[in-house]
């Protein structure tokens, strides 16, 4: 172990090697708190040369490695097991923009980039990078990529999967694939990056990525509605996009409790509604032309749905301050529920037009098997993808639910595999959903997916108890 600490020095320098546990822990608890682990070292490379060198000496000596980037994600995938074993490979000093090409519509950065300095180096060339999160201050490029994220834009531009381009890994062994290509057409054989895309670290290190950029959108409208049920947010949906196209960018639904725990718990937080309503909407509307006429639009059908009882209250912001007002209401549910306390987190996936059908069975056969559980529900409707968070009202009945968190999961998997729809739309599994893959995976994916490990990583030596 010293050994390999002496040369994790050499390769790093000695104060970007960390081993103290004082020094260490920061990086050894995940966001939410819910899982701690311990290593031997957290490492941070500051560069690919140094991250190809520090796998090279982990392989040599047989360490698990657990690639690190803004910690801010949300299944313990970038949490060390317990065990100690593993070195923490930190990317976060990997943050340079390597090239921008805006006629070209791509840009490279490096893995530790956090993702808002990404959006706005596009914005200097007069670009648009959409993937938008509500940690995009802190997470990182390797991070997104490695988790396949989400956010609130995949209505219109699509996860990470659909934004990369090109990628370079550092392989397990230390090998260095350099796949930074830029080019829309590339029908050369297998496309390697998306073994590593949603991987979470368990394939190899993403150093570096292209990505793609888009025209920057020179308008935008955004609106807060209520509305009567979330069949009526997905008629709502469909009429918008029926009247707007792609121009729906976003369009979430929140419900009323995740409303009021941001009310309570974020400072200046305050309700746009004069009254209180089961569920609401926040959606937006972007364009690439100045004088779109977004506004005009969206009022104009808004006050059809409202005089339709579609839709039954709303505001529509008017200027950058009140947008950015009712989207905090949204990002910060998660906040206003980490300062509440634990519950039990669902990250899933259904068809959009099953959504109404999955809030209304769920609802039921958890209130039938747990009376008086409380429903965090929100997410992002537009494509598919609910947080469905459960515990208790009251703090002192709360840590008898989340001991039951299994038997809670069974009803909410099950439900969902029964619509056909993902236990995982966009947290991935890490540690926190390693053990019901196997539930709801058939066991040829399983095997594919256990193969091509074991041919990437025979040492399995990437981000062990993560994800298989």
Known sequence: MSALIDTLREIVGTPHCLSAHADMAPFLTDWRG????????????????EVSAVVQACAASGTPIVPQGGNTG??????????GAAVVVNLSRLRRIRRIDPANNAITVEAGTPLAVVQAAAREVDRFFPLSLASEGSCEVGGVISTNAGGVQVLRYGNTRELVLGLEVVLPDGQVWNGLRSLRKDNTGYDLKHLF??????LGIVTAATLKLFARPRSSVTAWL??????????????????????????????????????????????PLDSAHPWYVLVELTDTRQDAGLVELLE???????????????????????ASALWALRENISEAQKREGFSIKHDIS??????????????????????GIRVVAFGHLGDGNLHYNLSRPLRDENDAFISRTPEVGRIVHDLVAALDGSISAEHGIGQLKRDILPVYKSAIELELMQSIRKMLDPAGIMNPGKVL
């Open 34 to 49: 819910r899982y701690t682990g311990t290593a031997q070292a957290v490492v941070f490379p500051a560069d690919t040369a």
């Open 226 to 271: 209520a509305v009567g049920s979330p069949a009526a947010a997905v008629a709502l949906l469909s009429r918008l996009r029926s009247v707007a196209g792609d121009r729906v960018t976003a369009f979430e639904l929140i419900g009323r409790t995740p409303l009021e725990l941001v009310l309570q718990h974020i400072p200046g937080a305050r309700d």
């Open 350 to 371: 259904v068809p959009v037009s099953a959504i109404p059908e999955f809030l209304e069975r769920a609802g039921q056969a958890l209130e039938e098997a747990h009376p």
């Open 197 to 202: 895309i949603g991987a979470e670290g368990t």
């Open 74 to 83: 949300l299944c313990g995938g970038a949490t060390p097991l317990p065990d």
């Open 300 to 322: 104009g059908e808004l006050e059809r749905a409202i005089s339709e009882a579609a839709v039954h209250d709303g505001v529509v912001a008017h200027s950058e301050s009140q």
